[in-house]
């Protein structure tokens, strides 16, 4: 049985996790809706609007994490660069329709 202290880190770290999540989600969505604007594709940018920041489904939870700052960070630009391949924004689109809530 955990302490309370215990229970009280667990949901911290919980938190911590999901702000990290959302934030990162919103990050990429941004950027990639930046790209399709540029590209002027509306359809796209529509697409980009009915997603939530909030999807787990690409994230695994289970396992160890470690914070350290000497690992490297993730490449953004190179995430958003994969998207402007319509054949990846496709499949991308496909599985987001295919996910629990799709």
Known sequence: MQTEAEQQIWNECSRLITNAVIYY???LLSRI???KQAAGNQRAM???RGMSPVAWQHFNLFGTFEFNPA???????ALVARFADPAYWSKALKEENEGPLG
């Open 46 to 48: 529509d697409d980009i």
């Open 33 to 35: 809706y930046e790209q």
């Open 25 to 27: 989600n919103t990050v």
């Open 71 to 77: 690992i490297s960070k993730i490449d953004i630009d």
